[in-house]
């Protein structure tokens, strides 16, 4: 005899049993953002050093170029998408406990969406010239 | 394994220290006297290590991710070239590839 099978019935649905039938959009766009990730990482690795330890007029000189402020957005942009996906991931691997999951899940979201847009911010304030 | 657990961990070391990207993008972007806050803590000794291992973890982190995605395109998952070092070849070949 074998196992019963269910139809998915919008109660079913409702109630968040059977298989969620999406997550294969998620893992491309974890590999899109990987991809980009790699030469955006390398190109803010090399403006953080430029800028380190210099003055704040200079950081403010070097952040109204075109092309650093559009890198640095398009970092900023990646990156947050990227980690978005992937402290979504470890979320539902570790926590089960309902609610617990249901914040963390939550949080998540509510902590990329702040840092990005005021990194954001931050890099057009600089690029229109503080 | 261990590379696996480690990529995990500097993925979430990364999450959080984006904060201090945003910290530096924003104070630079307030004024000076907000951005000389940013300037002591990059000149003390906490604040370079903290940027040391952000570095660190972003490198880490990136060659775990490319080793991810040679993997993706199903090469070097064999248990010997998972490995760095030699290991003796086993006599029952993995079926991961098919």
Same mark, same amino acid.
């Given at each position: 005899m074998s196992a019963p099978r269910h139809i998915v019935t919008p109660m079913r649905r409702g109630a968040r049993l $059977? /298989? /969620?039938?999406? $997550?294969t959009g998620q893992f491309w766009h974890q590999r899109i953002t990987s991809v980009a990730a790699v030469p955006l990482s390398i190109v803010l690795i090399v403006i953080v050093m430029a800028l380190m330890g210099r003055s704040h007029a200079a950081v403010g000189r070097s952040s109204a170029r075109r092309w650093v402020a559009v890198l640095m957005l398009l970092f900023i942009l990646n990156t947050a998408y990227h980690m978005w996906i992937g402290m979504q991931e470890i979320i539902l691997d570790y926590v089960h406990d309902e609610l617990l999951k249901f914040l963390s899940l939550l949080g998540n979201t509510f902590f990329v969406f702040a840092v990005a847009l005021a990194s954001v911010f931050a890099i057009l304030k600089l690029s229109f010239g503080v | 394994m261990m590379m696996s657990i480690v990529h995990r961990v500097t993925g979430a070391a990364l999450y959080f220290g984006m904060l201090l990207l945003a910290w530096w993008l924003i104070a630079a972007a307030s004024g000076p006297n907000a951005y000389a806050n940013v300037e002591w803590f990059v000149g003390s000794l906490i604040g370079r290590l903290v940027l040391f291992g952000y570095t660190w973890a972003l490198i880490h982190h990136m060659l775990g991710g490319i080793r991810h995605l040679i993997w993706d395109t +199903?090469?070097? +998952?064999e248990p010997a070239e998972r490995e760095f070092s030699p290991s003796p070849r086993s006599p029952v070949r993995s079926c991961s590839r098919s």
């Amino acid at each position: 005899m074998s196992a019963p099978r269910h139809i998915v019935t919008p109660m079913r649905r409702g109630a968040r049993l $059977g /298989a /969620a039938r999406s $997550g294969t959009g998620q893992f491309w766009h974890q590999r899109i953002t990987s991809v980009a990730a790699v030469p955006l990482s390398i190109v803010l690795i090399v403006i953080v050093m430029a800028l380190m330890g210099r003055s704040h007029a200079a950081v403010g000189r070097s952040s109204a170029r075109r092309w650093v402020a559009v890198l640095m957005l398009l970092f900023i942009l990646n990156t947050a998408y990227h980690m978005w996906i992937g402290m979504q991931e470890i979320i539902l691997d570790y926590v089960h406990d309902e609610l617990l999951k249901f914040l963390s899940l939550l949080g998540n979201t509510f902590f990329v969406f702040a840092v990005a847009l005021a990194s954001v911010f931050a890099i057009l304030k600089l690029s229109f010239g503080v | 394994m261990m590379m696996s657990i480690v990529h995990r961990v500097t993925g979430a070391a990364l999450y959080f220290g984006m904060l201090l990207l945003a910290w530096w993008l924003i104070a630079a972007a307030s004024g000076p006297n907000a951005y000389a806050n940013v300037e002591w803590f990059v000149g003390s000794l906490i604040g370079r290590l903290v940027l040391f291992g952000y570095t660190w973890a972003l490198i880490h982190h990136m060659l775990g991710g490319i080793r991810h995605l040679i993997w993706d395109t +199903l090469n070097g +998952l064999e248990p010997a070239e998972r490995e760095f070092s030699p290991s003796p070849r086993s006599p029952v070949r993995s079926c991961s590839r098919s």
